[in-house]
Structure formats: C-alpha cells, structure tokens
C-alpha cells in the first residue's frame, strides 16, 4: 500500500525555520517526482514546490521562492521542505504529494502536518 | 501565477448531474493536458478523481468524467449521490513549469 506520512510541522515565530518530511512507502520512491502542497486554515490548496524523480529539477511557487528548499534522501525514502524566514502568511497543514507516474497530476496524498506561524 | 477560476459552490439533487467549471489561461489549462480534478472531504486529504483532463484512477466511479475546451476544463459528476457531497478543485501544469491550483468548489447535495 502506497503510504506517505509527513511530520516535523509545530509552532515558529515569524522569521523562523523548519524542516518537513515526509516517510514515503510502498513504492519505488526513486522513479516518482513529489511535491508539496499547503492549505491555509479554512482556504484552498496552494502548490508550493517540484522535486523530479532524479533531484535534478526543482521548482518553487513565487510565494516561497528563494526561502524553502525541497529535497530528497533515496536511501531513506523521504521528502524534505526546509522552511527558512518563515511568515504569518506561511500558516497551512502542508501535505506531501506523489505525481502519477510520468505526469504532473497528484495521485496520493498523506495526511499532512501543520505549520503554525505566529509571535 | 494566478489561480484556476471556479464557481464558489454548485448544488444538485440526489440522481442529478452537475458540472463544474475551471477556467484558465493559454499559458496553464488552454496549453497543456495535464489537468486534474481533487476531491476533498473536511478534515481529509485531498484525492485525485481525474487526471490528464480526463482519466479515472483506478477505483474511482465512472459516474465522475473529466473534459476540455480551450482554456476551460469541466469536471462532470452524474447520478449524484450523498458521499459526493465535498469541495473540489482542479488544478493545471502551467508554462512556468508551476502548478496552479482553482479556489474550490463546494458541492451540496441537497
């Protein structure tokens, strides 16, 4: 069964960091790009970044470019946001998300971690 | 990169079907096939219900078909039924490489 289980999320005061991830199974992790997704308390869903299935391509949302970084360890089958100069408008439960195979399309989802931004 | 415009909520009666716009531009929707519509229960993830403007997943009920003309895609739900009662969006690969995703819409299945 494809899992995916994201953890790191808390509370950081603005101008703060912190480092998602996300346990990837039942899958071959290193033939799937990722992604990350975000969803504000009580809003829609907002992309937030790219990583291709060889880490050779990464692609950011203008939201958070320059101030999160997506990367992936294949030996330990995860996923990473590093959050750094953290915002008030950066609140959201953030989800890890695997594309369907050869598409750009999210095809599963875990359950997501929240990230709360506030002094 | 803006976001995918989509009516705020649609409604229906059991046995009915509804459609759901999403609209876009020549650079997201109108340029490429890679469209997707979610479905999402509260307090739960989101779930792909259609891929590539028109593809089910496997175990998602043929009652839900996905189409597109020009910058606007749709996403068709007949025979409804309670359980399809749920925020959706969809979302489009963009020229930037990006995704983008719609406001939202919310199905009351009155």
């Known amino acids: 069964e494809v899992q995916l289980v994201e953890s790191g999320g808390g509370l950081v005061q603005p101008g703060g960091s912190l480092r998602l991830s996300c346990a990837a199974s039942?899958?071959?992790?290193?033939?799937?790009?990722m992604n990350w997704v975000r969803q504000a308390p009580g809003k829609g869903l907002e992309w937030v970044s790219y990583i291709s299935s060889s880490s050779r391509t990464k692609h950011y949302a203008d939201s958070v470019k320059g101030r999160f970084t997506i990367s992936r360890d294949y030996a330990k089958n995860a996923l990473y946001l590093e959050m750094n100069s953290l915002r008030v408008e950066d609140t959201a439960l953030y989800y890890c998300?695997?594309?369907?195979?050869?598409?750009?399309?999210?095809?599963?989802w875990g359950q997501g971690t929240l990230v709360t931004v506030s002094s | 990169q803006s976001a995918l415009t989509q009516p705020a909520s649609v409604s229906g009666s059991p046995g009915q079907s509804i459609t759901i716009s999403c609209t876009g531009t020549s650079s997201d929707v109108g340029d490429y096939n890679y469209v997707s519509w979610y479905q999402q229960h509260p307090g739960k993830a989101p779930k792909l219900m259609i891929y590539d403007v028109s593809n089910r997943p496997s175990g998602v009920s043929n009652r839900f078909s996905g189409s597109k003309s020009g910058n606007t895609a749709s996403l068709t739900i007949s025979g409804l039924q309670a359980e399809d009662e749920a925020d959706y969006y969809c979302?489009?690969?963009?020229?930037?490489?990006?995704?983008?995703f719609g406001g939202g819409t919310r199905l009351t299945v009155v």
């Open positions: 039942g899958f071959t992790f290193s033939s799937y790009s």
């Open positions: 979302s489009s690969y963009t020229s930037s490489s990006t995704r983008v």
């Open positions: 998300a695997r594309d369907v195979f050869g598409s750009y399309n999210l095809d599963c």
